[in-house]
C-alpha cells in the first residue's frame, strides 16, 4: 500500500479493518504455505535427495533464499508473489530433508517430529496472542533482533570448522528465542499498521516458524533421540 493509498484509509476511518484484512491474509497465507513445505520436505525424504553441507552447502542455501526472497519482494503486489513465495517454501522444505532423515532415523522419531510440530505451532499461537492483545510496544527490538540473527549467523558459520555439539545447542536455544520474538515484533507490525503487505508478513513469520521447529526438532533429537 502507497502512503497515498494508506492516507485514503485513514482519512476515511478504515485502516483498522485494512489492518485486520492482512492480519487474516497473513495467517490463511502462512497456513497455505505449510502445504508446498510439507511436499518438499516429503520429496526429499522419500527420494533421500543429498543436501550439499558445510560452508558450500551454507553459500548455496543462502544465494538460492535470498535470490527467492529478492523474486518475491520485487513481485509483492501481484499473484506471481505468492507464486514465488509457494516455490521458496517448497524449497525450504527440501532444506529440513537432512534433519528429518537424521531424526527419522531414531525410533521415536515420528514422536519428536510432531512434538516439534506441536512446540512450534504453540510458540506461534502464544506470540501472535501476545501481540494481538499487549499495549506494550515492540518496534524497538527490531535492531537487536536483527543483530542476534548476525550473531546466529557468524555463530552458526564458524561451527562448521568447529562442529562442538555444545555450540550447537547453543545456537538452537538463541534461535528459537530470537525468532519467536520475531512473531512478536512481525505480528504487531502489521497490527500497528507498519506492514500493509500480506506476502511480505507472510515471509517473514514463516521464516520465523521454520526457524523455530528446525532448531526444536534439532535440540529433541540431541535429548530425546532413541535407537533402541
Known amino acids: 500500500m502507497n502512503s497515498n493509498l494508506q492516507s485514503t484509509y485513514e482519512q476515511s476511518g478504515s485502516l483498522p479493518s485494512v489492518r485486520h484484512r492482512v492480519l487474516r491474509n497473513t495467517y490463511w497465507l502462512l497456513a497455505l504455505s505449510m502445504i508446498p513445505t510439507v511436499f518438499g520436505a516429503f520429496v526429499g525424504v522419500q527420494l533421500q535427495l543429498p543436501m550439499p553441507s558445510g560452508f558450500l552447502g551454507m553459500a548455496m542455501f543462502l544465494a538460492v533464499a535470498f535470490g527467492f526472497i529478492f523474486a518475491i519482494e520485487k513481485t509483492k503486489n501481484s499473484g506471481l508473489g505468492v507464486a514465488f513465495l509457494m516455490g521458496f517454501t517448497f524449497f525450504m522444505g527440501l532444506m529440513l530433508t537432512p534433519i528429518l532423515t537424521r531424526t527419522l532415523g531414531f525410533s521415536n522419531g515420528g514422536t519428536l517430529i510432531m512434538t516439534a510440530f506441536g512446540g512450534t505451532a504453540t510458540i506461534l499461537a502464544v506470540m501472535a496472542s501476545v501481540a494481538t492483545v499487549s499495549k506494550r510496544d515492540f518496534s524497538g527490538m527490531g535492531k537487536w533482533l536483527l543483530a542476534g540473527v548476525v550473531v546466529l549467523l557468524l555463530a552458526s558459520v564458524a561451527n562448521i570448522f568447529l562442529g562442538m555439539s555444545a555450540l550447537s545447542i547453543v545456537i538452537s536455544v538463541m534461535a528459537i528465542a530470537i525468532f519467536s520474538?520475531?512473531?512478536?515484533?512481525?505480528?504487531q507490525r502489521i497490527i500497528n499498521g507498519g506492514e500493509t503487505n500480506y506476502?511480505?508478513?507472510?515471509?517473514?513469520?514463516?521464516?520465523?516458524?521454520?526457524?523455530?521447529?528446525?532448531?526444536?526438532?534439532?535440540l529433541l533429537g540431541i535429548g530425546g533421540g532413541s535407537r533402541d
Do not use: E, G, P, R
Open 199 to 218: 506476502i511480505t508478513a507472510t515471509l517473514s513469520i514463516y521464516l520465523s516458524v521454520y526457524n523455530i521447529f528446525a532448531n526444536l526438532l534439532a
Open 181 to 187: 520474538a520475531f512473531i512478536l515484533y512481525d505480528v
